[in-house]
């Protein structure tokens, strides 16, 4: 993908999640995100910037530079940019050139989440980056990870919000019982700019992690409530001893897991998974956040097999469609948002043909 | 290559190759055969299928799922399909869509064999797969292997019906001295669907496989029959003891191996070659089948090695006609019958240009 | 890229560098140069050859044949091809025919740089090609080695023509305080044919390489004196203790480097890069040339690193205008003089577009 190309492919002039703030150290980091290929840095003053990653020199990639008090120096001859993008200093002549800048971008911080402005030229953002309160909670402990797919974005999201593939993908792990999810109670509201899916399974076996992570008496009335944002799923499940609460109850306690799943496109074909998964450690139970990260780790790179093989198999088998089934109601109602976003027709994010068949 | 146009490019309505039955175990098998993506499975009562290997749901590839009794189910979401292709269960919906199915081929087992009917929509097999006794026959024994080339198919063909290339490809197990080769008696008979290259190597040093393999009192008088069928060759060699017997003697003793040479495209530019020897062993040598197999399989990568590089260099020389020589007679005959079955004058298959000053 | 179209992409009818001498052994030698796939060997009676690498029979590379004592013989079926190119021996037949050889090039050694004729069809040769004394200078000892590129050619010549980037990208070995070159002396000139960067450091501290080579006493008067002529450069660097002699003294003393860098496109987008070192060993330091050798090719290796990621990102970014600096004088005349003889007005060779704000 060009450069250029980037802005009418995704949905511009919002903030996406560009990483998460410990992955900025003592060298820049070079991520492409929406098409643009950047290069991040936090200089020792503390601050953060985003800028195309290219000396406008001789095009080194300034992520092959090395970090100053006060910017990136370029590897090849050695220009130092500021956090602006400026050129600062140049070899072997006094006078800058005018010309010698290089594009930046709006990089934030809140709550341990990078997020940056992809907007159309001259587009500023006029609102903050989303909160995310978990990361900061003293009741949560929390873990995560950014993962690489070689899969388009929204086939992450479509995955997130159907959930009935936990009886099948992660069996070892959240999943459990095959029929458990096939027999949820399941509920879907929308409107223009969200998607939540609600799903319960009362009086249901707890799947491993869950009986790892919390001393259940027994069976368990479970939770799923998926929350899609376009630029993230914010993801609340857990479990509690059957009947204890009303699983509509904000305050319910028992088991809890807070996922945060940022998916932001790379290119039109790859795409970042910025994931972290906040729990409420027992305390009868030692080392539950250890263990709730690394089996949510787990979980989701059997996720990523499957993603990344469906997406190979899409191209294997291009201009087919598919067949529609109810489960499919959350990840076609996003699947909308995003397409009128894009203002796409493009089969990528064209919803799946209903089976007019079964109706 | 699309699925779609995958007939016309290879000889259609016909038996293929599709590997052997010990290929088939608990674990379904993804393989492309003409253009084709396939799952081969076998089920705990003995049925073998071919489906396309592509759920209609959201095209996971069917060779991610798993086993049962009577069918394949979705690693995915769990559709389970029948061997006719048929989804026969849906997660969470009683009622499955009619459109809910995909594409099944005719998969056949004779003599240890698998053949898979390609044909053009509609076109049902009307004889039955070929047999080939020698796989169950007790005065042999045998083994074999699935190899696969970056190559086209054709040229693995090449290769089979000019066995000139022995003394210089396989100097080290069934070739020998290069100059026993050249001075080989060579006749190619051919009808519209087959080619038969007989040569004869009469009073030659036996090559290193042969000494192993059998006690020749000194030279010997060797045989090379292949005959060339479309989605396969066989191929028949052998030596005896310098005239114990004629060689045109149908019932000849000595050392014998019996080639099965299945070649099946995989895309234009790839094939599958699916090869067994077998051979008579020598009462007083053991492990003489072991030997043979792992000789030829020795051999068969030796081809390999060339024929990819070949086809590698094709490729870097586009549009170059090829110098004719007498050895290319039975390649060509083979050709001609491939060309018009595919009623294509593409470069890949088309004919040598013959040299007019040689005639 | 194929082969009929080389021509035109680079500057043709010249001697252009193919390796080096010690790299012809008893194997042929597969490379490709400006576009030609070609089979470089040596026969046992002492002669090099240059011949198209590929069978004009079934196209196998010649370069997996075998070497004969007249000839190289092909690995598939065993036709025997002379020094120039001819057919001498064809399997099973004896009348050879007359369209069996393949395209010869003009191949020649001096001072054991292997150097190749590529002109339009039918031009020769009308000038030997040239020397390089210093390889076979008793003054001097020499080692080298032949890097493969993945990157075009004319970003080799940008290299090695500004020795600005000494100070960011060799720090550890010939590079030393990035002051020191910041603030260099330099005069550009150039004629048709010929570009000369002469680059002054007196007074500078020497680098590590050249005090691990020459027991200086303290500061240095340094040059460095670059002459690029289209298939090469030659590049003269060195230092002397401060004072002792002109800068521009043709017979000054203390340490000498002399290299020869052979640049040879090997396609549009990738290039070999055939150098050699040669110094004046001090009598009082042992195996300095196998240190300095080894210095350079690990520098030699920064500046693969960087060449090759700076065309990368020149193709993540297409059609990007870079900004001039004072430094890209020298690299700015050759590519003039490349674009003239390609007559090429492609990006890949096109002039940066100069800042006028600078000026």
Avoid at 24 to 49: N, Q
Wanted: hydrophobic residues 35%.
């Amino acid at each position: 993908m060009s450069d250029t190309d980037a802005i009418t492919d995704f949905p511009a002039n919002r903030w996406w999640v560009a990483g998460f703030d410990w992955e900025l150290t003592d060298k820049p980091l070079a991520r492409t995100l929406l098409g643009h290929r950047l290069v991040l840095f936090r200089t020792s003053d503390g601050a953060v910037s985003a800028l195309e990653d290219r000396c406008c020199h001789k095009e080194l990639p300034l992520s092959l530079g090395t970090l100053e008090q006060h910017g990136l120096r370029c590897g090849y001859h050695g220009l130092l940019f500021n956090h602006g993008g400026q050129c600062i200093e140049a070899p072997g002549q006094a006078r800058i050139p005018g010309r010698a800048r290089v594009r930046a971008f709006d990089l934030r911080e809140r709550n341990h989440i990078l997020w940056i402005w992809i907007g159309a030229e001259g587009v500023q953002p006029d609102i903050e980056p989303p909160a995310y309160a978990f990361h900061d909670d003293p009741a949560y402990s929390y873990g995560g990870d950014s993962f690489h797919y070689d899969a388009p974005w929204h086939l992450i999201h479509d995955n997130l919000l159907d959930l009935s593939h936990l009886g099948y993908v992660h069996v070892k792990t959240i999943g459990g019982n095959a029929a458990v999810h096939m027999n949820a109670q399941v509920q879907v509201s929308a409107d223009e700019r969200s998607v939540r899916v609600v799903r319960w399974l009362p009086d249901s076996v707890p799947p491993p992690t869950y009986t790892a992570a919390w001393p259940f008496k027994a069976n368990v009335d479970r939770w799923q409530e998926i929350d899609f944002k376009i630029s993230h799923c914010e993801i609340w499940t857990g479990g509690m001893d059957v009947g204890t609460q009303s699983l509509d109850d904000p305050g319910r306690h028992g088991f809890h897991m807070r996922g945060f799943h940022g998916v932001t496109p790379e290119t039109l074909h790859t795409a970042h998974y910025f994931w972290t998964v906040a729990t409420n450690p027992h305390p009868d139970k030692q080392n539950i956040t250890d263990l709730v990260v690394s089996q949510t780790a787990a979980t989701f790179l059997e996720d990523k097999v499957i993603i990344e093989a469906q997406w190979q198999n899409q191209q294997r088998f291009p201009s087919r469609s598919q067949v529609y089934l109810n489960i499919d109601a959350g990840p076609t109602r996003a699947r909308r948002i995003i397409d009128q976003l894009c203002g796409s027709t493009s089969r990528l994010t064209a919803e799946p043909v209903e089976d007019r068949s079964t109706m």
